[in-house]
């Protein structure tokens, strides 16, 4: 046959006749049904956003208790596409091969510095919240559910310690949310701690289905505080399961505005995971209270540190707690991380909610107005600091010119908002408050930053020369002077206090391991590729290693004014959870745990940011 065909081809081919074949068109019917298959795909993918994501129906779970005030209609996800959002990194810096070797020497060390205080946590306080890192034992300040072993579950994925990541969820399964009585919640602890950490975990972990159910258990618990008649949470409460008693929870009419703004993250990521969005309703609808109070406080653009959220059928259920006293708006405890949020949770919704965008360009002027300054500094250093306004009702604004550690998450905030939202302003003042903490840093003898300080505010932002009077008169004022510049009586001053210059006071000298400084030093690495944030970042390192290492772990000491500050015994799960966390990302590649592809929430637990 093959002979056959062959000879007529060639028979053809040399005769120079053109060959006819017969073309046979395709069924109708094929066409159709391949047209249709292409448009279902193409609009499949279009809509994906309106799916939810849980495909096992166990990842829904009934309430632990029926509810006392549940709300009528869900408040769901945002459906439309997401927003184009810009990227956040800046393209991985060249490295010559010496520089390389002395980042992976840094980002080896790093690691080591935690495997010292995991191992003292294994040793002594294994499944416990705390390790006592000085005297061994440990502590239960969140109902002894493991708090360091969930907040370390992402850093150890991170760091590539699968063995030790195994092992903690081994002991994770033993945790029981749900059944343990009497125990106190502190909701946004545990919510940014345990439940991020669980969250995080689940994400890096590629899916371990002990993680999502660990979590299901726990928002079980924690999402009763949101069953109140306003639906504005309770911060604090007794849990039990069988007392329903004990679960008959009341709005606060004295609730830190911190606790009410960040819980969006958690509660939102875990709502796309399972695509139960009674989780984002619970936030959303504290949220929308916010963002219409907003600009009708004292400070418009930003809310007060003490809130009242009792308020039931009226139109904005907040209000002050105390409206005839004095009012304190911050950036930094009792405030800090619901401004932080609103950024992250715009990109966690896909730029898909506009209001987060709103809420922060409505407060950032406000901020930059009221609270930021600039320090008067040996060097004349051009940074800012972040303080507080105090705000009366029958007297002018003053600016508190205080500036907290817990602060030094601003520049960070502000240069990822940058960045996201074309703000090319915000990212020059994110590196002069990023600046401004590293220069707290240096300024002291240890090399490392007080809890709290008073500095010298600048008269002049643009000119700000060295004063060594000013500096006595902020010393004479913060000091209990009497307004009689006395310098013999402030040096006394300055001698006992051991003031650095610029400081007028340290208000608490102690260092608590916390980590918002490295937090914004390593978000200014990856935006700008500025070796000097990683040159500074490993001065931060070294300082906090030598003055808080213990045999078993590190500890929070008394005075960062001291030389030799006595240890205090306390090791918070932040230490392991988010500071040295940030110092290990600061020498990693670029691609780990990308900014472009992961939100942080508050604890450091990195989110998947959904595509």
Request: glycine share 4%.
């Given at each position: 046959m093959y002979s056959v065909l062959a000879a007529e081809e060639y028979r053809i081919l040399t005769s120079g006749q053109v060959p006819s074949y017969t073309y046979t068109r395709p069924p109708r019917k094929l066409l159709r049904t391949l047209l249709l298959i292409a448009f279902l795909t193409f609009l499949l993918w279009q809509l994906r956003p309106y799916f939810a994501l849980a495909l096992d129906p166990t990842l829904i779970v009934a309430p632990l208790q029926p509810e006392k005030f549940p709300v009528s209609k869900l408040i769901g996800l945002p459906r439309q596409r997401a927003a184009k959002i810009p990227k956040i990194q800046h393209a991985p810096a060249s490295e010559t091969r010496t520089e390389r070797k002395l980042r992976e020497a840094r980002l080896q060390e790093v690691k080591e510095t935690f495997l010292h205080a995991w191992t003292g946590y294994r040793k002594e306080a294994w499944g416990k919240d705390e390790l006592r890192p000085v005297n061994g034992g440990h502590k239960s300040p969140f109902c002894g559910w493991a708090a360091t072993l969930v907040d370390s579950l992402d850093t150890l994925l991170i760091m590539g310690l699968h063995s030790e990541f195994e092992d903690a969820l081994l002991e994770l399964e033993k945790v029981d949310f749900v059944t343990t009585e009497g125990c106190q919640i502190n909701l946004f602890e545990m919510t940014i701690r345990h439940l991020g950490g669980l969250l995080s975990a689940y994400d890096l972990s590629g899916g371990r289905k002990v993680l999502i159910e660990k979590a299901l258990e726990l928002a079980g618990v924690l999402f009763t505080a949101f069953d109140t008649e306003n639906r504005m949470p309770t911060p604090h409460f007794e849990w039990s399961l069988n007392d329903t008693r004990v679960n008959d929870h009341k709005p606060s009419n004295n609730i830190v505005v911190a606790v009410l703004g960040s819980l969006s993250l958690e509660f939102t990521r875990l709502s796309q995971i399972t695509g139960n969005e009674k989780y984002f309703d619970g936030i959303q609808r504290v949220i929308n209270e916010l963002e219409k109070w907003q600009t009708k406080t004292r400070l418009p653009g930003m809310w007060p540190t003490m809130v009242d959220s009792s308020l039931v059928?009226?139109?904005?259920?907040?209000?002050?707690?105390?409206?005839?006293?004095?009012?304190?708006?911050?950036?930094?405890?009792?405030?800090?991380?619901?401004?932080?949020?609103?950024?992250?949770?715009?990109?966690?919704?896909?730029g898909r909610s506009a209001s987060y965008r709103n809420m922060y360009e409505r407060f950032v002027p406000v901020a930059k107005k009221h609270l930021f300054f600039r320090p008067m500094t040996v060097g004349d250093h051009d940074i800012l600091l972040a303080g507080s306004l105090v705000v009366s009702p029958n007297s002018p604004p003053r600016l508190n010119p205080v500036f907290e550690h817990l602060t030094c998450f601003t520049g960070g905030m502000l240069a990822i908002a940058g960045r996201i939202f074309s703000r090319p302003e915000d990212i020059v003042d994110g590196k002069k408050l990023t600046d401004g903490c590293i220069w707290a840093y240096k300024n002291t003898i240890t090399g490392i930053m007080p809890e709290t300080l008073t500095a010298v505010p600048?008269?002049?932002?643009?000119?700000?020369?060295?004063?060594?009077?000013?500096?006595f008169k902020g010393v004479d004022w913060s000091t209990g002077g009497q307004g009689k510049l006395e310098e013999d009586v402030v040096r006394d001053r300055i001698r006992y206090y051991k003031l650095p210059p610029g400081f007028a006071m340290v208000n608490d000298a102690r260092y608590l391991l916390r980590p918002e400084a490295i937090e914004s030093v390593f978000i200014m690495w990856r935006i700008t590729a500025d070796p000097f944030y990683p040159t500074a970042g490993w001065d931060m390192f070294k300082s906090i290693q030598a003055h808080c290492t213990t045999a078993l772990a590190h500890s929070a000491i008394d005075s960062v004014l001291t030389a030799t500050p006595q240890k205090s015994d306390e090791m918070e799960s932040f230490w392991l959870a988010e500071t040295i966390k940030y110092f290990y990302l600061l020498y990693s590649e670029p691609s780990v745990i990308s900014l472009d592809e992961y939100v942080l929430n508050t604890e450091a637990h990195p989110l998947k940011r959904p595509r």
């Open positions: 059928h009226q139109p904005i259920a907040l209000r002050p707690s105390f409206p005839d006293a004095e009012e304190t708006f911050t950036l930094g405890a009792l405030a800090d991380s619901t401004y932080e949020y609103l950024p992250k949770e715009y990109m966690l919704l896909g600048c008269e002049d932002e643009e000119v700000c020369l060295w004063d060594a009077e000013k500096w």
